[in-house]
């Protein structure tokens, strides 16, 4: 069936650098997605959301590009710093499922001082 | 602090038992959301409760149950318990109810190991 996934189930990068996490959709139907962030012993916390009829949307040192021609979905992380130390998932919302979030398997993020 | 409060942190039992997870939402929030966690599953949404009712249902099992109470706390009741339903089990609150259109905010979960 159709899932969310991730290409790369483990990034390691040195502090100070840009990381790129990312994620393959396979629903054309899907509107909304969301990034979140889960370190160890604590439970998924939202990062940024992006809406299907956009291509990207930043906040503060994160960016997320969609392209929906690939179904391909991406977490900009500007100057890695070693708190941003986590797993990352991405999520897909189908619209006509209206609260059931599929998430990907996640990426685990380790940043080296 | 995501304002959302799970207990128990860490629960471990036997086979064929039975167990109760308690969520309480942010304040104000009406919505409860069950997610299960697992190594080889991720994060699987079970359930959602607004403001007493069910309002979703996702990969919830038969022998899995769940409910919101007036005060809006939810409890998730897992029966006749097997050793594939060791895992996190995660609550997440927001305000609405209807198309997720922002952030849900997590518990820091409840570990359950069934031996």
């Known amino acids: 069936g159709e899932s969310v996934g991730l290409h790369l189930p483990t990034l390691s990068v040195q502090e100070g650098d840009n990381s790129i996490i990312n994620c393959a959709y396979s629903?054309?139907?899907?509107?909304?997605f969301i990034w979140y962030k889960q370190e160890s012993g604590k439970g998924p916390q939202f990062i940024i959301d992006i809406r299907s009829n956009m291509d990207k949307r930043q906040g503060q040192r994160v960016t997320v590009l969609l392209n929906k021609t690939v179904k391909h979905l991406s977490l900009q992380i500007a100057a890695t710093q070693p708190g941003d130390s986590a797993v990352y998932f991405c999520?897909?919302?189908?619209?006509?499922?209206?609260?059931?979030?599929?998430f990907g398997a996640g990426t685990r993020l380790t940043v080296k001082p | 602090d995501s304002g959302v409060t799970q207990t128990p942190k860490h629960l471990i039992t036997a086979t064929g038992q039975r167990v109760t997870l308690r969520c309480s939402p942010r304040s104000g929030d009406l919505s409860v959301y069950w997610y299960q966690q697992s190594l080889d599953q991720g994060l699987q949404f079970l359930i959602q409760?607004?403001?007493?009712?069910?309002?979703a249902k996702g990969n919830i099992l038969e022998r899995f149950s769940a409910q919101q109470f007036p005060d809006l706390h939810s409890e998730l009741n897992l029966s006749s318990l097997e050793l594939g339903d060791s895992a996190l089990y995660f609550c997440?609150?927001?305000?609405?109810?209807?198309?997720?259109?922002?952030?849900?905010?997590f518990g820091e979960g409840s570990r359950l190991t069934v031996l």
């Open positions: 999520a897909e919302n189908l619209p006509d499922n209206n609260n059931d979030m599929r």
């Open positions: 629903n054309s139907a899907s509107d909304y």
């Open positions: 409760y607004y403001n007493g009712e069910e309002r």
């Open positions: 997440a609150s927001s305000v609405d109810a209807g198309r997720i259109t922002g952030e849900l905010f």
